[in-house]
């Protein structure tokens, strides 16, 4: 087990790279994460719902991913609530004081499905979250050191280098933890070193001094981290690539899924700009990117109060376009009524009123992948629909896609307006290559998925030059 001595130290990556390696080693490798925290999600091939990282770990592992490998997913939907998914399926909403006390409940079904994932591999490489530091979580814990403990596996404790004060982040995390939780961790490794790792010798042998703990090795940053998918809006920063096309996508409080815009971050025609809080959609955007969320209502609120309508209002008359992903296509109607308040309070909330169109939410939640054509330029495309909701009014007559026979989305009559439920969508080359044409944009030559892969190799060639995989591998027995 990957554990961290804070959030966001790189515990996903490693643990991706890690199944890379070991599935080059001729092994059988499953990801695992007890609990995640993500809006960022993935349809499984179970036809449920875990998070984004754990879908990336499982294509390192050369798996289609499934329930049993994330199977609890919370999913914010406001400072205080969130909806919990367990083994794919929502249970409904937790207030964060509930959590605390329910959440011991989760352990049967973690253990459940970590142990099926366990009959059928050689290794199961698992993913805490946040920190086992936090030891004032630690009663019923099913993420750090509770789940360590009931499964009998062994710890890996990682600290992030890039943020300062690694030696205390380690050092303190063993100062902190009761003794027997101390008793899993087998070793600790430093993460996100940048420069010569020599230069860290003297502080990684004070570490093995003052833990006893012998460490794993020293990673330098991995330079092609910016290929593979990000879970976490934290990660979300400044602009990517350097193309004369513009496309701005607005920072949502709840936003998710926002890996659906990663394909287009490599295109060498295009410059993409995520736009914080407190700042302006830009004036030159070409193409602006309404993304999914978790609560549609509450981040069209938020998108108000930060002045973002206005501006896309005044990038629609300069005649520009806009493209709206899941909820970002809810917020495009006249119309979105939650009279159930399963995002949140019941009522009803106008929308931009950019398309002839209306959403209701509704209990039943769209969970499925789908293949699909692109209604425009007959392009196939494949992706995943997770939402509550229907959609309807006169500007579906002109569908974005059609699936199965069936049309999907909206568009304006003037096709400058899109709106459409599918994630996922330009990851497929053939769509991407399609879309960007029909902008008169020349696309790239490079097709994502080689991209992807290319950086899971290079980053398990990373880890096997840097880490003493021998010694990490062989620490994997069960706790006695």
Not at 194 to 223: Q, S
Request: glycine share 14%; with cysteine.
């Amino acid at each position: 087990m990957i554990q961290g001595t804070g959030s966001n130290v790189g515990k996903s990556m490693l643990v991706a790279g890690l199944c890379r390696a070991a599935r080059a080693r001729g092994l059988s490798v499953a990801p695992f994460k007890p609990q995640n925290m993500s809006n960022n999600a993935a349809v499984t091939a179970d036809g449920g719902e875990i998070g984004r990282a754990q879908a990336l770990q499982a294509l390192a592992a050369g798996l289609d991913p499934v329930t049993d490998m994330n199977p609890v997913l919370i999913k914010p939907e406001s400072d205080t609530g969130a909806q919990i998914v367990v083994q794919g399926r929502a249970r409904g909403a937790w207030r964060a004081s509930d959590f605390t006390g329910e959440r011991a409940q989760l352990m049967a079904p973690v253990l459940e499905s970590f142990q099926r994932l366990a009959r059928g591999a050689d290794l199961v490489l698992v993913e805490g979250a946040g920190s086992p530091a936090e030891i004032n979580l630690r009663r019923g814990d099913i993420a750090n050191m509770g789940f360590a403990r009931a499964a009998g596996v062994p710890v890996v404790l990682v600290g992030d280098i890039d943020r300062g004060g690694v030696i205390a982040q380690i050092v303190g995390t063993q100062a902190v933890l009761d003794a027997e939780d101390a008793a899993t961790i087998r070793g600790f490794a430093i993460n996100k070193f940048r420069g010569d790792p020599r230069l860290f010798d003297d502080g990684y042998a004070a570490i093995e001094r003052a833990t006893g703990w012998p460490g794993f090795g020293v990673v330098p940053w991995f330079d092609l981290a910016h290929r593979l998918p990000a879970e976490d809006a934290v990660d979300l920063g400044a602009p990517s690539g350097g193309g004369a096309f513009h496309i701005a996508c607005p920072m949502l409080s709840r936003i998710a899924n926002f890996d659906d815009l990663d394909p287009l971050k490599l295109e060498p025609a295009i410059r993409l700009t995520m736009v914080p809080p407190g700042q302006p959609l830009p004036g030159d955007a070409d193409l602006v990117i309404l993304p999914g969320t978790k609560s549609t209502r509450g981040d069209l609120a938020f998108l108000r109060a930060q002045g973002w309508d206005v501006d896309l209002y005044a990038h629609v008359r300069r005649g520009g376009r806009v493209l709206g992903v899941c909820g970002g296509y809810q917020m495009l109607g006249r119309r979105i009524a939650d009279p159930e308040g399963l995002e949140g309070p019941p009522g009803e909330t106008e929308g931009l009123g950019l398309l002839e169109l209306e959403t209701r939410m509704a209990a039943d939640k769209t969970l499925t992948r789908v293949s699909a054509t692109h209604a425009a330029t007959g392009a196939p495309l494949r992706g995943y629909e997770i939402h509550i909701g229907r959609t309807e009014g006169p500007d579906r007559a002109r569908p974005f896609a059609h699936v199965a026979g069936r049309p999907e989305g909206a568009v304006s009559p003037d096709g400058r307006i899109a709106g459409t439920y599918l994630h996922g969508l330009f990851t497929g080359d053939a769509f991407r290559r399609a879309f960007l044409s029909g902008l008169g944009l020349a696309p790239g030559a490079q097709s994502y998925g080689a991209a992807v892969e290319a950086a899971l190799d290079g980053l398990a060639g990373h880890l096997e030059t840097h880490m003493d995989l021998d010694a990490l591998f062989a620490a994997a027995a069960p706790l006695p």
